[in-house]
């Protein structure tokens, strides 16, 4: 251990609030960290109901209970909206980002806890306004990218898309605000000693993740803002008889779009970095490489966009560029990849729980890693644009990379936050079950893609029928497998273990695992001081 | 005050607040009476969502006021962290006029885009002379931009009757410039529909002037505070942050009337 003063983390006096005003004007990050959860666990239960729907659909040739197709469009552009900015974004940086960062650099809370406040109603305010979206008018059958012309008004006149319009910038505006809390609170509050280079690798993913929010989601508003008066109020921006162009549409929602990719899975690399490490007993192999690596993803991520423009016209040279430049991503991706390899290279294993969702982490992100680059050259994503090769790609790097490091980092850090430990076999049974289901869902997807099937289209030629079962059987896996998750949480939350300040033993070395479990209400109080070796 | 470094901590743990969920309350009735409106409805359920947010702004502002005149609370570390907090914030508004911006150019420049008019303004666009209103603006916000910078430096030295002076002066420049905006948009013989023209001019053009409202808003409350003798030689975060927001304006305002008045007008009136 590093730290040279233990800490004591009592309770502070009328700083306790209690009944519901402790939740609904919570100003203590580990409460809003909590609510956060909560949401993200609703939400996907919502978004992988739809995907369910998708896939039972999809389970063979014919249409078999959907006939509206504005409705199959509906649930396809909600499966996506909600897993992105109501699973995901929630999970990883408003729980967990809210619960540990304060606690891994050992400050009692978050630079703004008000705002910390708002920023979890607002995202509340948002799936209030996108479930509308759907209930109200014919929906939004847009896909999530909201592509004009099928967004404006002659397309989509019902309210719906606006719903849908401002449904995202208050979840951004809920973002940005999350984000300028992140950024300050790691770089003013942090304890005495702990320096930029020895913070945990988590909370770095969360500093550069703060920072592609701060900047990538303010050209998504801008983008809504237009659409939206092309919709109510008469501007061209996207009308091209009026000298507007659907492609500046795809220009700006994509240059958010790319660094929100990033936005999802930089928490990630974060959660797997600490539990490889912990799990492995070894401090993270070459520590900077890794910090390093992740601002060059978020750096290089910002000037990529164009990739998912392939199709639409772009000038050879431009295409030329963004092929070049998507490409580099690969380096600094295939350095943490190594690292994490290096890491457990000759540590002394464990294989709980955390540690191996964290190691099918690594393993399916990089197969998602590989399709990746294959569409970045542009004259194959040409042939194989808008089809199952794409939704198998990003399904690979989101579905089975961030969705298993949310869930690694659920096993990983619910002892501390609950007090409970996870029952260690169901635990390990849901990994299972799950890498199982996923991959039978989705790698048959390829083949599909490759072979021409068209994405988001409700029927296909019988010549697709083989593979289609096997993904959606496998979907049926998968849907088994989260039923077992929510019986983990439930019996965790029940029956579960008492859990010790430090369940996972000399591997982890982060400040979390120096205070109790549960945390406490307030906890660094007395703020820990850093001694000179680097915190993994 | 002088105390704060005995304390084990110098952060400011925030007491339970009503204001996050009032405020989202607001967002959430603006959002769904919005609607209502764009689509054939009556306004005020729009409206009725602005009075909350105001109520929600007056409220919230006025507990953090209430905490800094406590000397307690506003520690030198918490000060650096409203100091961050509003950079961070300056950061994000600029990426939202970037997107404007990002219209504008590929709307204007063929060499951005295939559908670019090859013509800039579009036939049939009389656009407006930047070196008539236009410029006089741009003298109005760089002069406010000097005597807020006067106000900074008199408030430094603890000179409350300059401060007061300076502060209300800008103010004031801030509302001639609105003043002067509205004259022009009555005056401009291109409309806000029909052509892409007028989205990015007025699009652009008119976030912009809301941004100088709300920057002179800002101003004037920290007049108020001025007034009321809550700004001290020492902390004065709340007139800092508007400082800052003012001279954002002001650049913002440089680049709309490099680009859109007179780069974008120059096809027009000096082609």
């Known amino acids: 251990m590093a730290y040279a003063a233990s800490h004591d983390a009592h309770d502070d006096h009328g700083h306790h609030p209690s009944g519901w005003r402790r939740w609904v004007y919570s100003t203590n990050h580990k409460d809003i960290g909590t609510m956060y959860m909560v949401v993200s666990m609703l939400s996907a239960v919502l978004g992988g109901g ?5 896939r039972l659909e999809l389970a063979e040739p014919g249409i078999q209970f959907i006939t509206d197709f504005q409705f199959y469009n509906v649930m396809v552009s909600a499966h996506g909206l909600i897993m992105v900015f109501f699973v995901v974004m929630p999970a990883l940086i408003g729980g967990f980002g809210n619960w540990f960062l304060p606690l891994m650099i050992g400050t009692p809370d978050m630079a703004f806890p008000r705002m910390n406040n708002v920023s979890f109603w607002l995202l509340v305010a948002a799936l209030i306004l996108l479930v509308l979206s759907g209930i109200v008018g014919s929906g939004v059958g847009t896909g999530w990218t909201v592509y004009p012309p099928l967004s404006n008004i002659e397309y989509h006149p019902g309210p719906s898309v606006d719903f849908a319009i401002l449904s995202l910038h208050l979840a951004g505006a809920s973002s940005v605000l999350g984000a300028m809390n992140f950024i300050t609170t790691i770089l003013n509050m942090r304890a005495p000693g702990m320096t930029l280079h020895r913070m945990p690798l988590f909370v770095w993913a969360m500093l550069i993740t703060a920072f592609l929010l701060l900047l990538a989601i303010p050209v998504l508003a801008g983008a809504l803002t237009m659409l939206l008066t092309d919709r109510n109020f008469g501007t061209a921006f996207f009308k091209t008889g009026q000298g507007g162009d659907p492609i500046l549409w795809q220009h700006l929602f994509w240059f958010f779009g790319h660094p929100e990719v990033y936005i999802m899975i930089l928490p990630g690399f974060g959660i797997v970095s600490q539990i490889v490490s912990t799990f492995s007993r070894k401090p993270i192999f070459g520590y900077l490489g890794m910090v390093y690596a992740m601002v060059s993803i978020g750096f290089v991520g910002f000037v990529v966009w164009a990739h998912h423009m392939f199709s639409v016209g772009l000038t050879s040279s431009t295409r030329a560029y963004f092929v070049v430049a998507t490409m580099v991503i690969a380096v600094p991706t295939g350095i943490k990849i190594f690292s994490w390899i290096a890491t457990m290279w000759g540590g002394s294993i464990s294989f709980k729980t955390p540690m191996l969702w964290a190691i099918g982490f690594i393993f399916l992100f990089v197969v998602g890693g590989v399709t990746g680059v294959v569409l970045a050259n542009a004259a194959i994503a040409v042939s194989v644009h808008d089809t199952y090769y794409v939704v198998a790609h990003f399904h690979y790097v989101l579905s089975l990379g961030a969705v298993f490091s949310i869930f690694a980092g659920f096993y990983y850090w619910i002892g501390k936050m609950s007090g409970r430990q996870y029952p260690e076999k169901l635990g390990q049974l849901h990994f299972w079950t799950s890498f199982v289901g996923v991959n039978l869902l989705f790698f048959p997807q390829h083949f599909l893609g490759v072979q021409g099937m068209p994405r988001r289209i409700p029927d296909y030629p019988d010549a697709f029928t083989g593979w289609n079962m096997v993904s959606s059987f496998g979907a049926l896996v998968t849907a088994l497998s989260t039923v077992l998750f929510f019986y983990v949480v439930y019996r965790t939350l029940t029956s579960g273990e008492k859990c010790a300040a430090n369940p996972w033993g000399e591997g982890a070395s982060t400040l979390e695992w120096t205070v109790p479990s549960p ?18 | 005050m002088a105390d704060w470094r005995t304390r084990s901590h110098p952060w400011h743990l925030v007491d339970p607040s009503p204001w996050p969920i009032v405020g989202t309350l607001a967002a959430l009735i603006m959002a769904i009476g919005g609607i209502w409106y764009m689509h054939g409805g009556p306004i005020w359920g729009f409206l009725a969502g602005v009075a909350v947010l105001i109520v929600t702004f007056v409220g919230w502002w006025r507990d953090v006021i209430r905490e800094a005149q406590t000397g ?9 962290g409203l100091r961050m907090g509003m950079i961070l914030f300056i950061a994000s508004e600029v990426m939202f006029f ?10 204007s420049m063929p060499i951005l885009s295939r559908v670019a008019a090859t013509v800039w303004p579009p036939e049939g666009i009389i656009p407006l002379h930047a070196w008539t209103v236009p410029f006089l603006n741009t003298l109005i916000l760089l002069t406010s931009g000097a005597t807020v910078t006067y106000a900074h430096h008199a408030i430094r030295l603890g000179d409350r009757s300059k401060f007061i002076k300076g502060t209300a002066l800008t103010v004031l420049l801030g509302f001639i410039f609105l003043g002067f905006q509205a004259f022009e948009y009555i005056h401009a013989e291109f409309k806000l529909t029909g052509g892409i023209y007028g989205s990015t001019f007025y699009l652009a053009t008119g976030f912009h002037g809301f941004h100088v409202f709300v920057g002179a808003c800002f ?14 030689p020492e902390q004065h975060i709340g007139f800092e942050a508007a400082a800052w927001y003012w001279h954002f304006v002001d650049v913002v305002w440089l680049f709309l009337f490099v680009w859109i008045y007179w780069w974008g007008g120059a096809g027009y009136h000096f082609g």
């Open chain 1, 50 to 54: 739809l995907s369910w729907l998708i």
């Open chain 1, 519 to 536: 945390a406490p209400f307030h906890t660094h109080e007395v703020m820990p001081k850093i001694g000179s070796q680097p915190a993994e």
């Open chain 2, 72 to 80: 307690v609370h506003h520690t030198p570390p918490v000060q650096t």
């Open chain 2, 98 to 107: 970037f997107a404007f911006f990002w219209a504008f150019f590929h709307s």
């Open chain 2, 219 to 232: 101003l004037a409350v920290c007049l108020f505070r001025g007034l009321a003798g809550h700004f001290k």
